[in-house]
């Protein structure tokens, strides 16, 4: 699989840090500074997991959905782009695209169930409409690829199948970062194994030195993920509420 | 056009000049357009939207989806998309022809090097799909459109699916009946790019005879007719045969000779022929050992696509497919079907209920799956890491050594 992503537009989509950590202008605006921005698309990733644990659809589906998510916002602005639409759409979108529908109304019917906030509630036709215009945000660009395949692969070839509990939330947890956008699965994967042998002082360094990957990037994207949870500590509900909140999005 | 001209004609979106409806597609009109941009003559398919209140039809979403990863000569090009009024439309490059068109045309005579070159093209752009993992799962005669330079590209991508995970279950209900390989009317749950193998065999059968070649009429016919031209196979022939799930068991026939099909084909046409149509799946040749086979570098060699023969305008030739009914008695079902069969819809192509059954049976995988507890590896993996596994308090950091 590996050969096809080079070949992907997922690939030839990929782009740097700089790119997309831009606050468009609409919203800067509003005053929403960069860890803000970043803050509402983490919270955004996890209201899409969350939904997609009430409709039951695999992992990968979600996984999809954040990319999507966040691709859109490379884009456009969360002023005219309601996150807490664009979060369900994309999970709507990404149901399709990857083969397991879920129905728009049951969706809707979940968001309900789960947030007694008003700015959540949005009903078919609002999802149907943001389709529309995520597609056209997207470039209509739908193949995504994941961590998840070349994980497993990496593991059972090096017979580290003990890893793969760990590892495989460690590449949940990098879909509340934007690494999907900057760096190849493959190299993604192959973070979350490596600091998964770390935490469990696994020496893997001659197998490492086999895949002649450059190692500099594999450690680099470690350590985005491990200050990733160093300032998760510091996160809560009212930093979030209080970004979304400068969008002043619904009346 | 001048100035004025664009401003009294409405466009389409601002850009697409609208002309005659080409054809009347399974989720929306196709029609014939200008690109005011460009100049270029395009296709647009108008996608319909609202009825079922679910959004983009999901099976222009596939298309979609595939053809934005797909750029090859021989795979049509997706040039465009957009939304207006409420209607996604695809613009595609117009094609004058197709190759149904082609082998129904009495005028039209068709060379070995003629055929060859169509069966070649035909190949090559499946050898794309199958490169990139994409099964086709619809290719007829008329899937396979023709440009004003000869070219033959694959459309139609409404049912073609990525088949990079080898535990996805599929479902059996693709291509249309006559092209529909051994192991889809068993009811097989998982195959592989064998099945656009097998229909690019039909295709290529139908190019030497000029008539569809196993023309049957239910699913358990189609076998019979199968099993007439090439013989009843023996399980030595095809081990997993006995194992699918709508086996049934038929008289035995043993298989004419080959040439007695098709007389006027080559040697190498016929081993290359007999290699396609083979039984066990896992024996078929591939489409990209087919490409290499020889009857590609023995004489003649293939047209060169702007020489062959077309139909002169999309439309024009619309003779009657003469009658061949196949007539001749096929093998008749011994043992009764184990479960009562599904009711196929009697049409030609799977639209409508065919496309629904298709999402339904996947969508039905996935839930059971859901419900089974076993959502690929994701059901007993952990949403995210709680770094408490570690210890009570978060783990000290570690140390990488930059
Ligand atoms: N690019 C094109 N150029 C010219 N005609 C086209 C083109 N694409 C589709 N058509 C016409 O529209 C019809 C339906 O399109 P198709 O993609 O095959 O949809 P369906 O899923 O309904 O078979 C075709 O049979 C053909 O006549
Ligand atoms: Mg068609």
Redesign the interface.
């Known amino acids: 699989?590996a050969a096809?992503f080079w070949?992907?537009?997922h690939y030839k989509q990929l782009m740097e840090q700089e790119e997309v950590d831009v606050v468009h202008s609409p919203d800067k605006e509003k005053g929403l500074t960069l860890d803000e921005f970043k803050l509402i698309k983490m919270h955004m990733a996890n209201y899409i997991?969350k939904l997609a644990?009430s409709v039951?659809?695999?992992?990968?589906v979600v996984a999809t959905a954040v990319t999507y998510m966040r691709r859109v916002y490379t884009r456009k602005s969360m002023s005219e782009y309601d996150p807490r639409l664009v979060a369900p759409t994309c999970l709507?979108?990404a149901s399709?695209?990857e083969?397991?529908?879920v129905?728009?109304?049951l969706l809707v019917f979940y968001i309900k169930k789960q947030y007694n906030d008003e700015k959540y509630r949005y009903e078919?036709k609002d999802?149907?409409e943001m389709?529309?215009k995520i597609?056209?945000a997207l470039n209509?660009?739908?193949?995504v690829y994941h961590p998840?395949?070349p994980l497993?692969q990496l593991l059972q070839d090096a017979g580290m199948t003990e890893m793969?509990?760990?590892s495989?939330?460690?590449v949940?947890?990098t879909y509340k970062m934007d690494l999907i956008l900057i760096y190849s699965p493959y190299m993604i994967a192959l973070a979350c194994i490596?600091?998964a042998t770390?935490?469990k002082e696994k020496d893997t360094t001659a197998w490492f030195e086999e895949l002649r990957v450059d190692m500099?990037v594999v450690?680099n994207i470690?350590?985005e993920i491990?200050d990733f949870?160093?300032s998760q500590?510091i996160l809560n509900e009212e930093r979030i509420s209080a970004a979304i909140n400068k969008l002043a999005l619904k009346p | 056009m001048s100035e004025a001209d664009t401003h009294s004609i409405k466009l389409v979106a601002d850009r697409y000049l609208k002309r005659e409806v080409l054809g009347e597609g399974t989720y929306g009109v196709v029609y014939k357009a200008i690109d005011t941009q460009t100049g270029q003559v395009v296709a647009i398919k108008k996608i319909r939207?609202g009825q079922q209140?679910?959004?983009?039809n999901?099976t222009a979403?596939r298309e979609?989806?595939?053809l934005?990863?797909l750029k090859d000569p021989n795979i049509i090009q997706l040039i465009d998309?957009?939304?207006h009024k409420?209607n996604?439309h695809l613009v595609f490059e117009f094609m004058e022809s197709d190759l149904e068109a082609v082998i129904r045309d009495r005028n039209i005579v068709l060379s070995p090097a003629d055929i060859k070159s169509y069966i070649q093209m035909t190949l090559k752009g499946l050898a794309f799909c199958h490169k990139?993992?994409v099964l086709h799962r619809d290719m007829k005669p008329n899937n396979l459109l023709i440009g004003a330079d000869g070219q033959l590209k694959l459309a139609d991508f409404g049912l073609a699916?990525?088949f990079?995970?080898p535990d996805r279950r599929f479902t059996h209900q693709v291509f249309a009946r006559w092209y529909r390989a051994p192991e889809l009317l068993f009811g097989t749950k998982q195959y592989g790019s064998g099945v656009d193998v097998w229909a690019a065999a039909c295709i290529f059968a139908e190019l030497l005879l000029r008539r569809p070649f196993l023309q049957g009429s239910t699913d358990i016919d189609q076998l019979g007719k199968i099993f007439t031209a090439f013989g009843t196979p023996k399980p030595s022939q095809w081990p997993d045969m006995v194992f699918l799930p709508d086996y049934v068991e038929y008289t035995y026939l043993p298989a004419p000779a080959l040439r007695s099909l098709f007389p006027t084909a080559s040697d190498d046409c016929l081993d290359l022929l007999a290699k396609m149509f083979t039984y066990d799946p896992k024996a078929r040749i591939s489409v990209q050992q087919a490409l290499e086979h020889r009857y590609f570098s023995s004489i003649p060699a293939p047209t060169r696509p702007a020489l062959l023969p077309r139909p002169p305008r999309k439309g024009d030739s619309l003779n009657n497919r003469p009658l061949d009914l196949n007539a001749n008695e096929g093998p008749t079902v011994l043992s009764p079907p184990r479960k009562s069969r599904r009711v196929m819809p009697q049409r030609e192509r799977l639209e409508g209920h065919g496309h629904q059954g298709d999402?339904v049976d996947?969508?039905l995988y996935?839930?059971r799956?859901?419900?089974s507890g076993n959502?690929?590896?994701?059901e007993?993996?952990?949403?995210?890491?709680?770094?408490s596994v570690?210890g009570s308090r978060?783990?000290p950091?570690?140390t990488?050594?930059?």
């Open positions: 699989m096809n070949a992907s537009s997991a644990q039951k659809v695999r992992q990968r709507y979108l399709k695209a083969e397991s529908t129905q728009a109304r078919i999802i149907l389709e529309m597609l056209e209509y660009y739908l193949v998840y395949r497993s793969t509990q760990l495989w939330g460690l949940n947890d490596y600091i770390v935490l500099n450690k470690s350590m491990l949870y160093d500590k | 939207i209140k679910e959004g983009v999901f979403l979609i989806k595939l934005k990863e998309a957009f939304p409420g996604l990139k993992w699916r990525i990079g995970s999402k996947d969508h996935d839930v799956q859901a419900a959502t690929g590896k994701s007993s993996m952990p949403m995210s890491v709680d770094f570690f978060p783990p950091r570690p990488l050594n930059r």
